[in-house]
């Protein structure tokens, strides 16, 4: 140890030893983290599907109902669940071009550490940004991630790593900007502000603990330092947990409150529509229209909507404004329904028509009570 130690010494330049040139640590996490999300999509598989919507809302998809119910641990199982096996291979691929050179080059524990932290602040603000009516799923957010390590990584040691380093920095910003342009143009559909927020996650929280290799110049032995280790930088994990536990709580309480208490109009449109009734409407952003009917309890209905121009979806909640049911495909292609729903309670219902992929466009929202089934007449 003590002749490699003596090699370092006389590769310091600017201060910190070239880590490319420090024993590297063996990977861990990222072949335990590939193994756990293909042996969870073959669970989800095995249960009915990958891409079926009731799989993966009881396996732990972020969804937004149930998380406004308290379930807020879907924000970390959500990381592990896939939709389809090319969602799967995408992000498995990722895992390999990335996971193994950052888990080498910051050690297993910050590797780790900053991937479930990038991945919770991912999904967290796909929630706060999307809202309650849609849910989501896959390890993209925190493998852009350890995207954000490996741009702050090789920004730190730009002048060290010279035009090697520049090419790594490159490859980052150009992955994230293509994936963002691809995602908003709707050329290849994706959950764009979970990249973005892991993505920014990574890059905060790994910037900090980027490894500082240098030799200690009080010990005689030169012994070589990390000027950035865990036990030197604990305080940075600690902030972040509390970072979003804060935020958390603050895009809780954002939807809990505003959800809890929406009045009909007070999103893109909407209005009043009755039984029998066919109304059109234009989705003009991604926060959907609200219509509201009178309804009795025990009563039967069916609500449908459709369109050419997006991916409809609808949410039905009760008087007090809770959410009871949704659909987003059950109308065959693009179209949503809800079928043959018996009504809890009598009082003014609410139909939140929303486009699922937060495109704009037109449709018909169709309300019928079904007299054949209807018990209270």
Do not use: C
Not at 39 to 51: H, I, K, N, T
Not at 194 to 217: E, K, Q, S, T
Not at 271 to 276: E, F, S
Not at 306 to 333: M, W
Request: net charge negative; no cysteine.
């Amino acid at each position: 140890m003590q002749a490699i130690e003596d090699r370092y010494y006389s590769q310091v330049q600017g201060d910190y030893l070239n880590p490319y040139e420090h024993p590297p640590a063996k990977p861990f996490f990222t072949y335990l983290l590939m193994g756990a999300i293909v042996l969870v999509w073959l669970a989800q598989e095995l249960a009915g599907g990958s891409q079926t919507d009731e799989v993966l809302i009881k396996f732990g998809a972020n969804y937004g109902p149930l998380i406004l119910q308290g379930e807020v641990w879907r924000l970390f199982t959500s990381m592990f669940l896939h939709i389809g096996a090319q969602h799967l291979a995408f992000n498995f691929i990722g895992l390999i071009a990335f996971g193994f050179e950052m888990e080498r080059l910051y050690g297993r524990a910050r590797f780790i550490i900053v991937y479930l932290l990038a991945g919770l602040f991912g999904s967290l603000t796909s929630f706060a940004v999307h809202g309650p009516m849609t849910y989501s799923a896959g390890a993209s957010g925190a493998i852009f991630g350890i995207v954000g390590m490996q741009l702050a990584f090789f920004l730190f040691y730009r002048r060290r790593l010279g035009e090697f380093g520049r090419r790594q920095r490159n490859t980052a910003l150009v992955l994230i900007g293509v994936s963002l342009v691809l995602g908003f143009s709707g050329l290849m559909p994706a959950d764009n502000f979970a990249h973005l927020g892991g993505f920014l996650a990574g890059f905060v929280l790994a910037y900090p603990l980027v490894p500082r290799y240098r030799i200690d110049p009080n010990n005689t032995r030169r012994r070589i330092q990390d000027r950035a280790s865990l036990r030197r930088r604990w305080w940075m994990p600690v902030l972040s947990v509390v970072a979003l536990v804060s935020a958390t709580w603050l895009v809780f309480s954002f939807w809990a409150s505003g959800w809890g208490g929406i009045e009909p109009g007070g999103h893109s449109g909407g209005g009043t529509i009755a039984y029998g009734q066919t109304v059109q409407g234009q989705l003009r952003d991604e926060a959907g229209d609200l219509w509201t009917f009178e309804g009795k309890a025990g009563q039967v209905v069916t609500i449908s909507m459709q369109s050419n121009e997006i991916d409809a979806q609808i949410g039905l909640f009760d008087p007090d404004n809770e959410y009871l049911t949704e659909d987003d495909d059950s109308g065959g292609g693009y179209n949503a329904r809800i079928e043959t729903y018996i009504l809890p309670v009598s009082g003014t219902y609410t139909i939140y028509a929303v486009s699922s992929d937060g495109q704009p466009g037109a449709y018909n929202l169709i309300l019928k009570l079904d007299n054949s089934i209807n018990q209270t007449s």
